[in-house]
């Protein structure tokens, strides 16, 4: 599937950092759901750079829907959105075309794509792409929101900048979104600090997200490899920088014994709950209603103005790279929208397995 | 796809812990490949329970070659593996069936089955199921081989027993694969006693294991989706137990610099390589050429003999539950080379589908 | 996919002819499907040889259900069936493991497989693997009928003996059902003399069947790539012999003008009906309500104990073939229950797609 | 899989009729194929109305290339096609937006879509989305004749009007391409009298179009469900008006015996080819080397200007219908490229399944 994910609802990515346009295809969603082009606006807007803890590329993501749309809300037909790329400065990359950037996909790329992928920018690698991904999400929070669902992604670990788990999703996800700094603990300027000191040092800095969903039914996901687990891991990765994803408390359980680790079961007025939520709201693949909790791994972004030591793979010799280019020192905070918008995209999907195309627009 | 996965070599598990028998069909892996039973047999007692830290439940995994296989060669045509299952008590668990085991699929099953699963040992949520994929997996693992492609999986942590993380792999492999313990260092005792001391408080415990490969070529795995992380991932979370999973540092890299993360370039014998390798081997969802490397967070295994608090989910109202079925207490040492069979076939799907059908016969 | 079709309700066949067994996966189904091994048996029974115009090789297809089903009913986990082959004589093929039978998959498996696929009766090539999608198929029809959906299939054209089509579809599914040669009229006696007549010129012979579906919901099939006509059609030339499907009135309409072929709407009873049927029942790939109706061109069995040209592909070099294993002069009798089966797999498929997985068990 | 097809080479369809514009994505192709842009007009130009037989309607098809195409060459990343809807009338539909046109879509999208889905002009049904699989086709037809496969669709039957079937592929393909009407004959302006003739009676006529494909390996093709006649039939019944397919001589087969409906084998130049080729080049879904043959039943154009007998789907009453928009008295001549581009691009899935994602610029 490569570029597209879902199985009822899927979505496409297509589009070069330096291209024409950047763009996405979502086809399976139900007919009927509004399309809000001022909230796909907001949710573009928050994946923006904005400020000197971002890259000096901004781009105005004009969007726009070429498919799918009709009088206002989704057809049932594939939705096209289409981003113009309009702020492109190819030159800064072209002496460095054949240089590998170090833990960047150049080198990876050029084997398997024998030099005809376009460099530019990082082409089709290029975390541009994820402005159609954002768009796409938009629409589909709408048709979650219309079931009562929501997610957001907050920076949990950032440098020495620590946040607060989700505790409370549902009331620490309009915390979250009303930042620029998506934290639920007020702990913004420390965080931008962070990034500009590592800016400053012609470095980069990593960190960790997490993603909290509320609201879905219990039953959703199918063992053995549609476990719900596996179906959003495949969707994080797709994601440049991500290396790690943890659901619940992750890898903190392996340190714990069974008892411990295990999160009891108990009524609360005529529901099943879990007393804790160390699983995050998934057992044996499948959701037991408590909310859905990971995390993922962000490392550094890789372009970083040092230079570094590298090959000239036209050449196959040992080089010296100093990149010039415009780049994020940090994409932790611009890659939280991300997360959230695809994994909207992916529970929009496995809702519409479970439930039936047209769950979304069901009294 | 639930219960398969793969697109061009394609897994698919069934059957259920007290059933007559779990298996695997095996479809689109290349006509040619030698299936040695032996090989498989072996492969199948490295997971069998074996010892004190074990279940008592062992079973003889007597396995039976249904299709796909002529003269002792993959046919081509899919290959159906049923092994029987002979030691089964489903009287252990009659008295329990209503009430959810903490942290176990049984309420999310519930939810999703509406009471129709077949709740005896686990059901199809059973680490039974497993014996079939390292079935599946042996065979996979011949076919990589004859392309010089090789992996294990060791134990990484357990409890206060830390081995050594992968340095040189495919030596590495041959001391894991030696031992009952699969561990780097001589450590055997010291993770044996860990479970022990658990099982005698009527408990269990958890840990991470590490898989490395070797011998990948460079360009394996499809950006976006399809980025080789996301394929492992996917197939790794259908593993009970499984709560994360990180590529080379991981989370580790999170609270790094770029200057300190990236891995240098450099050439080797006319062969460009990394420096380090702690993006384990991908960058950009495609492998670089290096050794791939993954970590996963395997949970302490749910089922233990103390009592814990939880739901009749029948009855609506709190209940306790003391177990008493035969259980691991801890699967850390029997999940190894089960994670490796599934990326064995993960792998020989990846490449069948960038290099044909053909490719692990071919000269 | 190869072995396997559908996307929420996944069929996946394996065995070859002369192998221990033939089977299939079935994945997917909802949960509580009564499971009725007498209907099973029944539907077998309509498939496997019987008279003089059959085959002599006949099994008493003794069936396995292995896992799925639990206290008399579908668990939602994959079912699996495995039918031992009992009467086999693989040496009746030894001698023409080298000569390719005209118009059998002979050569081109050789061109495929390398000469590793199994040869003997055909392999995985056989008819016999049918009688795995006959049984699932008979669990898929239950489903299917408690939703008020029943289909069946007869012979249209054999020879000069022409049946009516269908017209009133509920009660000629009875009719057909009723017979050993599924017919509409009372054409059994004549169809079965077309057919031994072929067999005393050592002969065989082909015809057209036509399956006809009632009850299906308007809305069902998606543009572009998976009309409901594709996704037939594509199950439907899974079966060896078939050359042809046509909707409806198919190449009839070609010679038509639109004002002729158009079906008309109108107003019935407070339902949308059309007053002709020629489109069979689906207007831009998806139902419009009317009952689905499609014909397959089944061509003759290309085993023929004629002496016939043909090559020796392990030599290189022209050759006669005599046939001595044990045919069919004609399948078109025994195809029929094998239509009905795949197609109530496909609609089960298309129908959890389209209304959630639970769809045939809600109220 | 809906509006996208391909599992290696992927093919995604959006877009409506009167919306801004329609496109495809192609996705997977290997990196290195030439994209001509000349070659891509070329072919848009066969498809566009030319002359009194067909639609009023004539757009200049100015594709855009957004993705995926650098330096005039593919990159491996998916090639994203736009081409803008220019000369769009859609206040010739509104009065009739609730008139269910018979045999058209129309109510059958209003029961799946709820009445949420773009009437204007047909939608997403329309045929102008055709233009962009053509584009799409383009590049894979080049891609394909990059290793000698060549393939071109004609008309068959018209009317009273008969071409001559495919003999010799490889000279008849280039005598069909350059042509007004694809015929190998020469029967133009009788094939364009027939058209003509329907028009002036305000009514429209079908036919059967036949495609031939020369130079496929012999060996492509994945039993059961993956037979090439199964996924070329989901690939044509994708198109509106497709009503039928058969493979080689098809339904004529069933009216004749095996001794004269199979194909012999026998050596021609040390290669094993059949004397005949009723079997259309495919032998138990897989292909023998010789040219593959497959005819489609296109149906009349169900709109035409009569006036007909329909409901209103709104009121729901009876009503009649009288058309005014701009239509085409037969697809017949128009669906040719599309067939063959659809085709095309299954091949180049095919064949990288097969044969590896650089299959088409291996050397």
């Known amino acids: 599937m490569k570029n597209s994910i879902g199985s009822s609802v899927i979505l496409t990515v297509w589009g070069e950092s330096h291209g024409p346009a950047v763009g996405v295809v979502l086809d399976g969603l139900c007919p009927g759901i509004p399309v809000d082009e001022a909230y796909i606006a907001e949710q573009l807007a928050r994946r923006r750079p904005a400020g000197p803890a971002d890259t000096a590329r901004v781009e105005p993501d004009r969007f726009q829907l070429l498919s799918g749309v009709y009088r206002g809300r989704t057809t049932g037909s594939p939705l096209t959105i289409l981003i113009p790329n309009e702020n492109v400065r190819s030159a800064d990359y072209a002496a460095q075309e054949r240089l590998a950037r170090p833990s960047h996909a150049d080198f990876s790329a050029q084997m398997k794509y024998h030099g005809f992928q376009d460099p530019r920018g990082g082409g089709h690698f290029s975390g541009r792409v994820t402005a159609g991904i954002v768009a796409a999400g938009a629409i589909c929070r709408q048709a979650l929101s219309?079931?009562?669902?929501?997610?957001?992604?907050?920076?949990?670990?950032?440098g020495d900048v620590e946040d607060a788990p989700f505790t409370d999703v549902a009331s620490e996800i309009e915390r979250i979104e009303a930042k620029r700094f998506p934290l639920i603990l007020d702990l913004e300027e420390q965080a931008e600090a962070v990034v500009l000191a590592a800016k400053a040092e012609q470095d980069s800095v990593g960190g960790v997200v997490q993603t909290g969903?509320?609201?879905l039914p219990a039953g959703l996901g199918e063992?053995?490899?549609?476990?719900?687990?596996?179906?959003?891991?495949?969707?994080?990765?797709?994601?440049?920088?991500?290396?790690?994803i943890e659901f619940g408390d992750g890898f903190g359980l392996c340190s714990l014994r069974g008892s411990r680790a295990n999160d009891p079961f108990r009524m609360q007025e005529g529901r099943v709950v879990t007393a804790s939520n160390r699983s995050g709201g998934i057992n044996g693949g499948i959701t037991n209603g408590m909310p859905v909790l990971f995390n993922l791994a962000v490392k550094?972004?890789?372009?970083?103005?040092?230079?570094?030591q590298t090959v000239d793979f036209v050449e196959g010799k040992d080089a010296e790279l100093s990149l010039t280019g415009r780049?994020?020192?940090?994409?932790?905070?611009r890659i939280c929208p991300v997360v959230t918008a695809l994994t909207a995209v992916v529970?929009?999907?496995?809702?519409?397995?479970?439930?039936?195309t047209d769950y979304f627009t069901q009294p």
Do not use: M, N, Y
């Open 300 to 308: 550094p972004t890789p372009s970083i103005a040092r230079t570094q």
């Open 223 to 244: 063992p053995w490899f549609d476990s719900l687990e596996g179906v959003l891991a495949r969707a994080a990765f797709a994601l440049g920088g991500v290396k790690g």
């Open 146 to 158: 219309a079931r009562g669902i929501r997610l957001a992604t907050h920076i949990l670990r950032l």
């Open 213 to 215: 969903i509320c609201g």
């Open 327 to 333: 780049h994020d020192p940090a994409i932790i905070r």
């Open 347 to 356: 529970l929009c999907d496995q809702l519409a397995l479970r439930f039936g």
